[in-house]
């Protein structure tokens, strides 16, 4: 199927929220991991979402061009000519922008959503975020609450980080400390900045213990009670039930238990990227250690094309981290929910 239209995209979020699923958000960095994410939901029968990174959409565009747009619009015109042969419903996302980063990746990006939409045409990709987490939150709201405009007139959706995740990704970091919880009163500040739908539909990654990338988990202590505990105040407050669709960033790693109950207080989108990257990198070393002497010229021998063709380990990286994202939907509960 097509990318995910707009409406497409509202449409698989309302289902996980009501349906009590989440979708896997896969980050990717290349033409082929994209390939082994889209095989991933297609051999699970699940929808999903598919990101880049702030320094992948720069990794996307050559050493020698360096720009995120460019990077970014490249990867999504790939994704939608070959996501048209799968048979699931696949949404894009451009993940963790920087306050430095907003004017050389999601303003330029929301720009071209505007342009495309007076042509009649649907937006590259259906949502972005802004990451807040390093500026105070006043000033954090201030910005999303610019961007929601614009994203209402780009016909996509805007997502926001409300607290701070722990680790680091991109060269954004934090420390594992108390700010790793929001609070209510965070929650309630986004509302009265944001609203609560009628400005503009957002996502929000409330945090509650997250932490990026590969942790220790004695130093990590995750405290889903929170999500509910913000959503039952807050929706009582608003006369909505579970006001906020919830984002889980940091889960890979996580326990079964954790995640169901994340989802549970309404997390309808889930980011993985330390697992999938591994799952695709550790295929590729078992190949280059267990055929060395075919992949190197060594001893001036001539080495064995077959093994050091690209292909011949990327085919086989795909398939195992397609199977991870196989195992990330059947525990978030997408398996086998695809859109007809």
Same mark, same amino acid.
């Given at each position: ?6 409406d ?21 960095t ?11 939901f ?9 990101? /880049? ?21 490249a ?5 939608h ?37 007076s ?22 709201? *201030? ?32 420390e ?55 959503q039952? /105040? ?17 889960? *890979?790693? *996580? *326990? ?24 695709f ?11 060395y002497?075919? /992949? ?32 990330a939907?059947?525990m ?9």
């Amino acid at each position: 199927m097509p990318i995910a239209t707009p409406d497409q995209y509202v449409a698989m979020l309302d289902r996980a929220k009501e349906d009590g699923f989440a979708y896997p958000s896969i980050n990717v960095t290349s033409s082929q991991t994209l390939n082994a994410a889209l095989q991933g939901f297609a051999d699970a029968e699940s929808d999903g979402i598919i990101q /880049v990174s702030v320094g992948t959409a720069l990794y996307l565009s050559g050493n020698r061009v360096q720009n995120r747009f460019a990077g970014s619009k490249a990867l999504a015109l790939y994704a939608h000519e070959v996501a048209a042969h799968y048979p699931v419903t696949v949404a894009l996302h451009t993940d963790h922008c920087p306050a430095e980063n907003l004017d050389d990746w999601v303003r330029p990006l929301l720009a071209d959503s505007v342009e495309r939409r007076s042509r009649g045409l649907d937006p590259l990709y259906q949502s972005h975020m802004w990451d807040g987490s390093a500026v105070p939150l006043d000033e954090n709201l *201030s910005i999303a609450r610019e961007l929601l405009d614009r994203s209402v007139e780009a016909n996509t959706l805007l997502e926001i980080e409300v607290g701070v995740i722990g680790g680091e990704e991109d060269g954004v970091s934090h420390e594992i400390d108390e700010k790793l919880y929001s609070t209510v009163d965070d929650a309630r500040a986004t509302v009265a900045a944001l609203g609560a739908g009628e400005r503009g539909r957002y996502l929000t990654a409330l945090t509650f213990g997250n932490v990026h990338g590969v942790y220790n988990p004695e130093s990590v202590h995750l405290r889903p009670e929170l999500l509910d505990e913000i959503q039952t /105040v807050v929706g009582g407050e608003t006369g909505r039930d579970k006001p906020f669709d919830l984002v889980f960033h940091g889960g *890979s790693g *996580s *326990s079964a238990e954790d995640i169901a109950a994340a989802v549970r207080a309404g997390v309808v989108k889930m980011n993985i990227d330390t697992d999938t990257q591994y799952a695709f990198t550790r295929s590729i070393a078992g190949h280059m250690l267990s055929k060395y002497d075919q /992949v190197l010229k060594v001893d001036g021998a001539y080495g064995n094309k077959k093994a050091y063709d690209p292909r011949s380990w990327g085919k086989p990286a795909e398939h195992a981290m397609a199977a991870r994202v196989v195992e990330a939907t059947q525990m978030l509960g997408s398996a086998g929910r695809a859109m007809r």
